[in-house]
């Protein structure tokens, strides 16, 4: 069989998802510029999925939209620009 370079390959440990669902008000969250978010990737949710290396990672909000929202994320020493979708990101707690 041929090897795969799918863009979800060596992810089953990675995107093991939690059995609880996920309610409908985290997709109604609204994210504003400047708030700060978590990359949580939802593996039921293939839509809009961030490649895994963002995975963990926290981001701003540079711009929110109805359904995504566009992320900067510090990845190494370079800054990355990350669009998501709304099921994939998490707002952080205010300390």
């Known amino acids: ?3 795969s370079h799918g863009f979800r ?3 089953r440990a990675l ?3 939690s059995k609880t669902k996920k309610g409908i008000s985290s997709l109604l969250v609204e994210y504003a510029p400047a708030d700060r978010v978590v990359v ?3 593996p039921s949710q ?3 999925m961030p490649h895994r290396r963002f995975n963990g990672l926290v981001g701003t909000v540079k711009q929110a939209g109805r359904r995504a929202v566009t992320l900067e994320v510090q990845v190494g020493g370079k800054t990355k620009t990350l ?3 709304k099921e ?3 707002r952080t707690e205010a300390k």
């Open 83 to 85: 669009i998501a979708r």
């Open 1 to 3: 069989m041929a090897k």
């Open 15 to 17: 995107l093991k998802g």
């Open 9 to 11: 390959r060596r992810t």
């Open 40 to 42: 949580k990737i939802d």
């Open 46 to 48: 293939v839509k809009g």
């Open 88 to 90: 994939h990101v998490v």
